[in-house]
């Protein structure tokens, strides 16, 4: 019976934590979110929200998609898996735009066999200037090309995809529906990964939150175009995905969670040709 009451305490203890943690962090991404967005923009959105163009969106038959890709030097990969999953996409009323943080490989080569007029490449002329550290690297890598792309993006709505990963064939078809019924200004939802042994697990990303969402598992409202992503983020000690996202999230943006996996996310690697994969899915809790 003792031990029963500890056990319980125990484990009372640690759920009670983990919520102490959790409310931990939503205040200190405030704090920062607080000190990043200038206040014309965070009245901006509120004003913009309000208006007849902002809502449009949601009524539109068949609202034009942007799908935003940055890459760089994985060209069979960009378009054996990526380039492919979107081009087939069930939902056909898409642009997607991919854009190279100055490619050296055979990318602009590969891309020049896609014809699909909803495709659309520019390779940067010189690659981003990132930190040579390898930790700040990661953070911010890529952000280059990935506010190019959304510089160009002419959608209703705007996702992005890694250039080394995949969409479920009727992923976009799906998150139209959801977000224009929900009225929602951003949506999430969770995702199959890869793990370092070939195993694949999903993640519920059951809260909006960093570690729970990723750049290819988020669908929104083209005004948020308007929050590029922020070379600095590694200041932070923060990947830039989640630094923009939290800055939205301050914004008061209006979430949705769409509940099935559409996204496989694949563990990094170089060149590896897709057919040589075999893509073993299961549930894991």
Same mark, same amino acid.
């Given at each position: 019976?003792?031990?029963?009451?500890? &056990?319980?305490? #125990?484990?009372? =203890?640690?759920?009670? =934590?983990?919520?102490?943690?959790?409310?931990?962090? &939503?205040?200190?991404?405030?704090?920062?979110?607080?000190?990043?967005?200038?206040?014309?923009?965070?009245?901006?959105?509120?004003?913009?929200?309000?208006?007849?163009?902002?809502?449009?969106?949601?009524?539109?038959?068949?609202?034009?998609?942007?799908?935003?890709?940055?890459?760089?030097?994985?060209?069979?990969?960009?378009?054996?898996? /990526?380039?492919? /999953?979107?081009?087939?996409? /069930?939902?056909?009323?898409?642009?997607?735009?991919?854009?190279?943080?100055?490619?050296?490989?055979?990318?602009?080569?590969?891309?020049?066999?896609?014809?699909?007029?909803? %495709?659309?490449?520019?390779?940067?002329?010189?690659?981003? =200037?990132?930190?040579? =550290? *390898?930790?700040?690297? @990661?953070?911010?890598?890529?952000?280059? *090309? %990935?506010?190019?792309?959304?510089?160009?993006?002419?959608?209703?709505?705007?996702?992005?995809?890694?250039?080394?990963?995949?969409?479920?064939?009727?992923?976009?078809?799906?998150?139209?529906?959801?977000?224009?019924?929900?009225?929602?200004?951003?949506?999430?939802?969770?995702?199959?990964?890869?793990?370092? &042994?070939?195993?694949?697990?999903?993640?519920?990303?059951?809260?909006?939150?960093?570690?729970?969402?990723?750049? /290819?598992?988020?669908?929104?409202?083209?005004?948020?175009?308007?929050?590029?992503?922020?070379?600095?983020?590694?200041?932070?000690?923060?990947?830039?995905? @989640? &630094?923009?996202?939290?800055?939205?999230?301050?914004?008061?943006?209006?979430?949705?969670?769409?509940?099935? *996996?559409?996204?496989?996310?694949?563990?990094?690697?170089?060149?590896?040709?897709?057919?040589?994969?075999?893509?073993?899915?299961? #549930?894991?809790?």
């Amino acid at each position: 019976m003792i031990d029963d009451l500890l &056990n319980f305490f #125990n484990s009372f =203890n640690v759920v009670k =934590n983990y919520k102490l943690i959790n409310q931990l962090k &939503n205040e200190v991404d405030t704090l920062k979110s607080r000190l990043d967005i200038p206040r014309e923009l965070l009245d901006g959105f509120y004003a913009d929200r309000n208006s007849r163009e902002y809502r449009e969106v949601y009524e539109k038959d068949a609202p034009l998609v942007t799908v935003c890709i940055g890459t760089y030097n994985r060209g069979k990969l960009l378009v054996e898996r /990526s380039v492919r /999953s979107v081009l087939e996409q /069930s939902y056909g009323n898409i642009e997607l735009i991919v854009v190279g943080d100055c490619c050296t490989d055979d990318t602009p080569r590969l891309v020049q066999g896609i014809t699909d007029p909803r %495709f659309r490449f520019i390779n940067l002329p010189e690659r981003g =200037n990132y930190p040579e =550290n *390898p930790l700040h690297r @990661w953070c911010v890598a890529g952000t280059v *090309p %990935f506010n190019y792309a959304l510089s160009q993006a002419r959608g209703d709505f705007i996702t992005h995809l890694d250039d080394d990963d995949e969409f479920v064939p009727d992923r976009i078809e799906k998150l139209v529906k959801f977000i224009q019924r929900e009225k929602a200004d951003l949506v999430w939802h969770p995702f199959w990964y890869e793990r370092s &042994n070939g195993r694949w697990a999903m993640r519920k990303a059951q809260e909006f939150s960093g570690g729970k969402v990723t750049t /290819s598992s988020i669908f929104y409202h083209r005004w948020f175009t308007a929050v590029p992503w922020d070379i600095e983020a590694y200041r932070y000690q923060e990947p830039g995905d @989640w &630094n923009r996202l939290r800055k939205i999230k301050y914004l008061g943006a209006r979430v949705a969670r769409y509940p099935e *996996p559409l996204l496989r996310h694949y563990c990094e690697r170089n060149q590896e040709s897709l057919s040589s994969r075999t893509i073993q899915t299961r #549930n894991t809790k």
